[in-house]
Each structure stands twice: as C-alpha cells, then as structure tokens.
C-alpha cells in the first residue's frame, strides 16, 4: 500500500488491521511525516512530494485520503499513480465528508493550499484514461472514486462487454 499525503497516520491502524504486507506513506510536511513514523514504526513513511520522489517499485494499492484539493494539478497526480501502481492495482481517492463540506472548510485559511474538491464525475473522467471505475460516491456523508488499473499489455474488446456502474453514484 502507498499512502498519499498521509498526515499523521490516520489511516495506518486500518492498513495494519487487514494485514498489508507492506506499507509505504508519502507527506511533503516534514512534521506529519515525522509524527506518522514516530507513531507507525513498522510504516515506512517518506517525506517528499509523491509527483517527483523516485520510488523504487510499483505498489498494488494506492490511497489518497483527505487530501486530494492539496494537490495543484489533478490530472498529472492521477497519471503518475498509475505509474506507480501494478497492472490490477487499485487508486482510491476519498474524503470522510461530503464534497461541499469539504469546499466550506477549505475556504478559509486553507484556500491558498487547496484547489476545491472536483465533481466525482470529474475525477472519474482523470481516472479513465488509466482504470476501470468501479466505486464513484459523492453524497452528504462522503466522496469516493476507486478504479483498478487496467493492463496496459491487455487487448482492448470495445463493444464486445457491455459495463455497467448502475448504483453507484
């Protein structure tokens, strides 16, 4: 797993609930990464921007947590994270609020370090170029876009399956 501007950790107590075999966090703030390792030993945590750090393997999971608005340049951070992944791996961007909740706490203070959080229609559409969109949610409770990578080597059968994402917006 590669966990993308992972703050403090908040989410490594989940990773190492379902038994990960390995857990690899990303900040650019040095001191969340500081207090992310310090709290997390057996994570290893890097502090560096994900979009230029040379990562020495490719990951099967990549999560993105409360944090995506941070990030100027949507489109080049979904086109490196799939560089990042295997083939069948999977990117989940999510936030534990709602999408205008979101906005209405980044509008103060945050706004010089926060771009909005897009439509999940809008993010689907950066996500398919690279995966197959299988979880797009955006309701009063949460916002969610999961995809798998697609094979790159895989041939494609266009018109031949006919796909369906019925029930999940």
């Known amino acids: ?3 993308v501007a992972c703050g403090t950790g908040v989410l490594f107590p989940d990773y190492f609930s379902r038994q ?3 857990l690899t966090a990303i900040d650019i703030s040095p001191e969340m990464a500081k207090i992310a390792q310090g709290k997390f030993p057996a994570a290893t945590v890097i502090c560096d921007d994900v979009e230029n750090h040379p990562f020495d393997r490719k ?3 990549i999560v993105v947590y409360n944090a995506f608005p941070h990030f100027p340049n949507p489109e080049s951070l979904i ?8 083939p069948g791996g ?5 936030h534990g609020m709602s999408r205008e909740a979101i906005d209405g706490h980044h509008k103060g203070s945050a706004s010089k370090v926060s771009n909005g959080l897009m439509s999940a229609e809008s993010l689907k559409k950066l996500f398919d170029p690279h995966f197959e969109v299988e979880i797009m949610i955006s309701n009063s409770r949460m916002y969610q876009v999961s995809g798998v990578k697609r094979d790159p080597l895989a041939h494609s059968h266009d018109g031949d399956v006919e ?6 917006i």
């Open 1 to 3: 797993v590669l966990d």
């Open 20 to 22: 990960v075999g390995s």
């Open 59 to 61: 990951f099967d999971c």
């Open 79 to 86: 086109a490196t994270l799939a560089g990042l992944l295997n």
């Open 90 to 94: 999977r990117l989940t961007v999510a």
């Open 163 to 168: 796909h369906s994402h019925g029930g999940l």
